[in-house]
């Protein structure tokens, strides 16, 4: 009988070992893990002293070389988690360290993931780094350390001990970043390359990616989230169909057999996937940034260049072709990106985390919502526009603006007039020959152009029937305060300012019908 896949999310860091406050601490994180469905997760930052004094406090010995929560705390969690989403969750110790120094010709910013099987190889590990640099002044230290040294450190320390370079294409702190990295693996690593046997992918790109690039088919690709806070946890993942065991799991990923498969983000999600300049609202194709000379067209300053760009530099296979042994992958939405589209709200708002708690409640952890449970299950519980989220997700059907220097991309699965305009009110049409239809460029599909608008508004038209006195609807239905305040303005001229899924599309939509219907203002003058 296979061996059962779970989820394993090994990337996270920072925020934890500030301070080991009642949001940062492993309970917390455990109960995170349980809600999105990850089996294992790393520790972070345990050359923190803080934070590792807190790993030795709440952790025993598990599977070998795994770690899990002690039984007062184990018994805490169960209490709080519903009983779908209950499921033994383990942790592996793991940190990220940065590593800044001169090799050749070029300032090298490197960002690596070292793990470790136990507490006392860990210990062995914070005194030799400590006597390098700084490692209490944050969760991941910077260090004027060469690559290969570290790497170095990381073997003597432990036989067992292993390091994977951190999402390898961003642009200022990777391998193979495009401001500071090197153009193969191997470069970075020197005479100890061979030890290094797996790379992470990042936001930005995900496998079909990297298989482009034939230099790393001897690596196994993984992804994990580079959580900063446990909600953002499984935004990527690893899946693992081995035991749960350290040992057994370092095997797989030097085996590179395509056993070991991830979960993505759409890469144009990624807030360096394209090229750009995020002061001038400037996003660039390759081929854009290329022809411009690597500068701005706006100020002409130097762009940032991206994953994508970076990528069609190294690569020596066109798009489409992958290695045999290639592992399986599948692009996600997170769900509370998913559920703020449609109720047209943050992924953050508490309306979001209550829709999402009352969904796990029922059909258990986000990740197996996303992939697994049955379209119509779904719907049943979160309705059918969740239901439909869910089907064209599974089956690849995305609207997609790519992110760039530093600016996450958006994702949607809905047209803005799917979600709002038809039914936020009903205004009859008008006459042809009256008609005045206004098009707004949707950003990801001009790419180059510092758009103001994220998202296509629907064209908008209106007539008044003689002598009939139609009734009105109720325009402020659905607003918060804040989008009812825009709204009803009396200024002639707004400038809103939103992030995705804020309810822009609604908010406009709103004010055009306010200003038609309540105002009389002529739909031309608008």
Not at 41 to 48: A, Y
Request: charged residues 25%.
């Amino acid at each position: 009988m296979p061996t059962p896949r779970f989820y394993a999310d090994l990337h996270i860091h920072s925020k934890y070992s500030r301070a080991c406050s009642r949001d940062c601490n492993l309970e917390n994180l455990a109960w995170w893990a349980q809600r999105k469905g990850v089996t294992l997760v790393g520790t972070g930052d345990f050359t923190h002293p803080a934070w590792f004094d807190h790993l030795r406090q709440t952790l025993v010995p598990a599977e070998p070389g795994l770690y899990r929560l002690n039984d007062e705390l184990n018994r805490d969690i169960e209490r709080r988690t519903p009983p779908e989403c209950r499921a033994p969750v383990r942790f592996m110790l793991s940190v990220e360290i940065s590593t800044i120094y001169k090799q050749g010709d070029k300032t090298r910013k490197v960002h690596h993931l070292v793990y470790l099987p136990d507490l006392e190889a860990a210990a062995r590990f914070n005194r030799v780094l400590a006597g390098i640099g700084n490692i209490a002044s944050d969760g991941r230290p910077i260090l004027g350390l060469n690559s290969r040294d570290l790497l170095e450190i990381a073997l003597e320390t432990s036989p067992d001990g292993y390091l994977i370079p951190a999402h390898i294409w961003t642009p200022w702190f990777a391998a193979l970043g495009s401001k500071s990295g090197f153009d193969a693996i191997a470069d970075c690593y020197g005479d100890l390359a061979d030890h290094v046997f797996a790379v992470e992918t990042g936001l930005s790109s995900d496998p079909a990616m990297n298989w482009r690039v034939s230099s790393l088919d001897r690596y196994t690709l993984v992804s994990n989230s580079d959580a900063h806070s446990p909600p953002a946890l499984a935004r990527e993942a690893t899946t693992f169909a081995t035991e749960l065991d350290y040992f057994r799991i370092a095997d797989a990923l030097r085996r590179n057999d395509g056993g070991v498969g991830t979960v993505e983000f759409f890469p144009e999600e990624g807030k360096y996937h394209l090229d750009g300049h995020r002061a001038c609202r400037t996003r660039l194709s390759p081929g854009e940034t290329k022809h411009s000379g690597g500068l701005c067209p706006v100020c002409g300053k130097p762009v940032t260049v991206g994953v994508l760009h970076r990528i069609d530099d190294l690569a020596d296979r066109p798009e489409g072709e992958h290695p045999a042994r290639a592992g399986q992958f599948t692009n996600l939405i997170p769900l509370p990106e998913i559920i703020g589209e449609i109720v047209g709200k943050g992924p953050k708002t508490k309306t979001v985390t209550r829709e999402i708690d009352r969904l796990v409640a029922a059909l258990g952890p986000e990740l197996g919502l996303l992939t697994e449970v049955p379209v119509d299950r779904i719907a049943k519980v979160g309705g059918e526009l969740a239901g439909e989220a869910i089907s064209r997700l599974r089956r690849g059907e995305v609207i997609r603006q790519s992110g760039y220097d530093g600016e996450y991309g958006v994702i949607r699965l809905f047209e803005p007039n799917e979600l709002d305009s038809g039914a936020l009110f009903d205004v009859p049409a008008m006459p042809t020959a009256n008609a005045m239809e206004t098009e707004v460029a949707d950003a990801s599909t001009t790419p180059s152009s510092p758009a103001f608008c994220e998202e296509t508004s629907p064209a908008f038209s209106h007539k008044r029937s003689e002598g009939v006195s139609e009734p009105k609807p109720d325009l402020r239905s659905g607003l918060d305060p804040e989008q009812l305040a825009a709204v009803e303005s009396e200024a002639k001229q707004l400038v809103i300012v939103a992030g995705p899924g804020t309810g822009k599309t609604r908010t406009l939509t709103h004010r055009i019908a306010h200003l038609i219907q309540r105002r009389e203002v002529p739909p031309e003058k608008v």
